[in-house]
């Protein structure tokens, strides 16, 4: 089968929504709609990582954690597709940053509810982490959230490039039977660095064997 790709260039933000009413009307305009979702604890990389996949400035970086605040969506399409579908790029806001004040810590809530109660099925959600700091308190809360929300999960860990030692990276591999026991909802586990590259294809050819799966099974309308 022919290499499917995400189309770099195609890829364009088109709404920033932090309210319930935003985001419960947005998915009963787009009940249809095949996309993935990225989200993870503060400061591990998301921003950078999704511009890796989907395109340069796709997502804005920076130092300060807890930047996103808001579910930012984007569209984009695929390369090598006979059809020009549009699907739809997530970037949901960061959790467990300490700086982040109450009253936007219960509005994360608020729209992650809205956000992911909606969910049709056809979106793959991606749960970043840093390789250094892996399974961190503020991860394990986040699966105890998302858990009975039965979502197909992929869990990318960034920043493998800031491991040095081998026996860095043979501890975090050794996680991993722990973490698919403990995280049901967890298909599968990347190693991954958004400034290296280490680890992107095969992340990679999973996120596009999706899309391409889903065309295959659902009618897309244009």
Do not use: C
Not at 194 to 212: D, R
């Amino acid at each position: 089968m022919e290499k499917i790709e995400v189309d770099k260039g195609s890829t364009q933000f088109i709404r920033a929504y932090n309210s319930e009413e935003q985001i419960l009307n947005w998915w009963d305009q787009h009940p249809d709609a095949i996309g993935i979702a990225f989200v993870g604890r503060s400061n591990v990389g998301k921003s950078s990582l999704i511009n890796r996949l989907f395109g340069n400035k796709t997502a804005k970086t920076s130092k300060t954690p807890g930047r996103t605040q808001k579910i930012n969506i984007f569209t984009f399409e695929l390369l090598n597709e006979q059809t020009q579908h549009k699907f739809f790029l997530y970037d949901l806001p960061g959790y467990g940053h300490a700086q982040v004040n109450k009253a936007m810590s219960k509005n994360w809530t608020i729209i992650m509810d809205a956000f992911l109660s909606q969910l049709n099925g056809k979106t793959i959600l991606i749960n970043l982490q840093d390789a250094r700091h892996p399974d961190q308190k503020m991860d394990q809360q986040f699966y105890q959230y998302i858990n009975p929300k039965h979502i197909e999960i992929l869990l990318a860990f960034n920043k493998m490039d800031k491991l040095k030692k081998q026996a860095q990276r043979a501890a975090l591999n050794k996680l991993k039977p722990q973490l698919f026991e403990s995280y049901k909802h967890v298909k599968e586990i990347f190693f991954v660095s958004a400034e290296s590259k280490e680890g992107l294809e095969p992340l990679e050819h999973t996120i596009t064997s999706y899309f391409h799966d889903m065309l295959d099974t659902t009618k897309i309308p244009e």
